[in-house]
């Protein structure tokens, strides 16, 4: 069996709904960073796909973005992360909101 | 000749811009009082030169300035002070700063004197504008203005209580005010259409080119234009069935009604239709001049029937005003202006004199009005005896005083015309007006002394205030003499009319008429109520109880009737509509905030600070948008 185009967006969609699923049930902030990752990748992988699909370089130059903004991303939110949990002494949701609307 | 049209006219508003610097607060202060006399005295002098200059040389026509131009429009400040305007000018500034000198002495113990003085002088400054204007602009300026300052003397003493209209007809001060503002507003619209429509048909208000032009215009105007002004004139000189304010406003000050309600205000609407002549003279209009000349006779004889048993001093006073004010108005409509004219003058002096008497009455009696309560004042209050006597015999129509000469003369045209029954209903109102005025003087001034078992002690007004009505006194004596000297000055202005031979022939007979019904009322009353002892007044319980003096007392019950079936629907409507204005119009505005303020409201909800519940909403927006923007898509 080829594997063609359809696959990879398939692998995308299906990666990204996981990540958006994850982003909206997870209470832990350091799982919606996970989620929101598997979210960027899941970009990535479409972006790379449908780069190679075309002949372009564009999509795979974007996917080189992505993976540099996630990464500058990733480490100032885990530094605030850091802070967070000195605070608060957890990471859950719940408890580290203070708005009461 | 200019600056003194400018210093008669001003004069009275200096004095009460003074006046108004002592306004709120500041206490009594004699100053105003005499600041604003003597300002008024300079406008009289003034008016008494530009008469002379008149007689002389003609009449003056200034203009100030330009006061409204636009377009076409165009409406300059100007005064005319011709034979009628000066006679006007001249009987207003003297009957005014009579007035003001009374109540210097009949205020003096007004906590709010210097606030009187100011609206005072405003009237008067109002009611100079309103004869000496040139055009119809600056006329229905003058004649806002006097209503309104009429409106704010009437309820002078605004603190005063409501009481029950059985008990008090005018119920308080504030009431009557507002319901002689109301009504004249009314009657406002009618002139105000009548000003339009002589804008809209010559293009122009001045009275020079108007007067010119009606000759011109078709007989249907006409009559609309004689009708609109004339609903003006009955508002302000309370012609039926505008007339109930004009007994009610007697709530003002005495010396308020003396000068507003009596000798110069109520005088506006008689001074309009003369002022109006050339379009009332029209032989268009001649049906509206006839229907004026009957309603005036109509006023008259209805005014003096409830003057014959009202009990209240001032209301006698001012209904008597009423029933003069018809004879005025059926002298003008029987196209007699200068009678009419003449009629206005000395009713002013002699009306004005009677006025202030029974102010000084009202003083003397701690503000009493009921003169069943009076009787025997003589001994204590001489000079007011005397000035009483001298106003009634003149309002009576005695020889001699200027009465006889005016309403003799207006009695005689009525004849002149042929119009029988306007001159039968004329003398016999001659001698009501003879027995009421006779009535209300016996009733204070003779029999017995009723007011000392109630307790009054009556003293005379100040001295200096009873010289000061001299003139006045003086004028209703000796005004008619100079009948044939006013004829020849004032018909250079108004139309000459003249009696018949026929006339002419008969008219010792038709004054001698009027003369003996006269004295006869007088003898009656004098039989009815000057008695002592034996012979005194006593009341009349069974006749007190039959129809017509209930009739009588409850003013045929036009009151009444204006009550029932005018305010109270129109009370009940507003009410009505006052509950559709809350659920409508409040309730669409309302709503509209109540929205924003709900939603608000719900929504505060999403922001409970639960960054997982945010994102929630993030990712249902997300999908949302997702799903609109694939269905735009879709449907193309």
């Known amino acids: ?101 | 000749m200019e600056s003194l049209v400018y210093v008669a006219l001003f004069a009275p508003f200096v004095g009460s811009m003074f006046a108004g610097l002592f306004f709120g607060n500041a206490p009594r202060n004699a100053i105003t009082g005499w600041v604003a006399s003597t300002l008024l005295f300079v406008s009289f002098l003034a008016s008494v030169a530009l008469a002379v200059h008149v007689v002389h040389h003609g009449s003056v026509h200034v203009t100030m300035m330009d006061w409204i131009s636009a377009g076409d429009l165009s409406i300059p400040f100007g005064f005319l002070v011709d034979e009628v305007s000066v006679t006007m000018m001249v009987v207003v500034t003297l009957v005014s700063t009579v007035v003001h000198i009374y109540s210097t002495g009949y205020m003096d113990h007004d906590k709010s004197y210097n606030r009187f003085f100011s609206y005072l002088s405003a009237f008067v400054f109002s009611m100079l504008i309103l004869v000496m204007s040139d055009n119809f602009a600056g006329l229905f300026i003058g004649w806002e203005g006097v209503g309104v300052c009429s409106w704010l003397l009437v309820g002078f003493w605004y603190h005063k209580a409501d009481r029950p209209f059985e008990e008090n007809p005018s119920i308080s001060p504030s009431w009557a005010a507002n319901e002689a503002f109301i009504m004249n507003r009314v009657a406002d619209l009618g002139m105000l259409v009548g000003i339009f429509l002589i804008y809209w048909n010559i293009g122009s208000l001045q009275y020079d080119v108007v007067f010119a032009a009606m000759p011109n215009l078709a007989d249907g105007i006409l009559v609309a234009i004689a009708i609109a002004l004339f609903i003006g004139a009955m508002g302000k000189s309370a012609q039926f069935p505008l007339h109930t304010w004009l007994t009610d406003a007697m709530e003002g000050p005495t010396p308020v009604s003396a000068l507003i309600h009596a000798a110069t205000m109520v005088t506006a609407g008689v001074f309009l239709v003369i002022r109006a002549n050339p379009l009332f003279s029209l032989e268009a209009v001649s049906g509206v001049s006839l229907f004026i000349a009957a309603l005036g006779t109509f006023v008259a004889f209805y005014a003096a029937s409830m003057a014959l048993i009202a009990r209240d001093i001032k209301r006698i006073v001012a209904l008597s005003t009423l029933s003069q004010l018809g004879y005025m108005f059926a002298a003008a409509g029987l196209g007699a202006y200068w009678i009419a004219l003449f009629h206005l003058a000395a009713h002013a002096f002699f009306k004005a004199l009677l006025f202030l008497g029974a102010g000084n009455v009202m003083h003397a009696m701690d503000d009493e009005l009921d003169i069943f309560k009076m009787g025997g004042l003589k001994k204590a209050m001489m000079g007011s005896y005397i000035y009483m006597g001298i106003a009634s015999v003149a309002l009576a129509g005695l020889p001699i005083f200027a009465g006889f000469y005016s309403k003799d003369a207006i009695i005689e045209t009525a004849f002149n015309e042929g119009t029988y029954i306007i001159w039968g209903i004329l003398v016999i109102t001659a001698g009501m007006t003879a027995f009421y005025s006779f009535r209300q003087v016996f009733f204070s001034f003779h029999g017995e002394k009723r007011y000392e078992a109630l307790g009054f002690h009556p003293h005379d007004m100040y001295k200096y205030v009873l010289v000061a009505m001299a003139p006045l006194a003086i004028l209703a004596i000796s005004f008619g003499w100079f009948m044939d000297d006013f004829k020849a000055f004032i018909t250079k202005n108004l139309p000459a009319y003249e009696m018949s031979h026929h006339t002419h022939h008969w008219a010792w007979l038709l004054g001698l008429i009027v003369v003996i019904i006269a004295v006869a009322g007088i003898v009656i009353a004098y039989k009815k109520y000057a008695g002592k002892g034996a012979n005194a007044w006593k009341r009349d319980e069974e006749f007190e109880a039959s129809f017509i003096y209930k009739l009588l007392e409850n003013q045929y019950y036009v009151p009444k009737f204006y009550d029932e079936f005018l305010v109270k629907p129109y009370t009940i409507a507003s009410e009505k509509f006052w509950a559709i204005d809350k659920a409508v119009v409040d309730g669409s505005v309302d709503l509209i905030a109540k929205a924003f303020y709900k939603s608000g409201d719900v929504s505060r909800g999403m922001q409970n600070g639960n960054l997982s519940s945010y994102l929630n909403w993030m990712g249902a927006g997300a999908l949302l948008l997702v799903v609109a923007a694939a269905l735009a898509t879709a449907i193309g």
């Open chain 1, 1 to 101: 069996m080829e594997i063609g185009i359809g696959h990879y967006l398939i692998l995308a969609g299906l990666l990204f709904s996981i990540g958006f699923v994850g982003v909206l049930r997870r209470k832990n902030l350091l799982m919606l960073f996970f989620a929101t990752e598997v979210m960027l990748n899941a970009v990535n992988v479409a972006f790379t796909a449908i780069g190679n699909y075309y002949g372009d370089l564009s999509g795979q130059m974007f996917a080189f973005f992505v993976i540099a903004v996630a990464a500058s991303e990733v480490a100032v939110g885990l530094g605030l992360l850091i802070v967070l949990y000195k605070k608060y002494g957890s990471l859950d949701l719940e408890t580290i909101s203070s708005m009461k609307g």
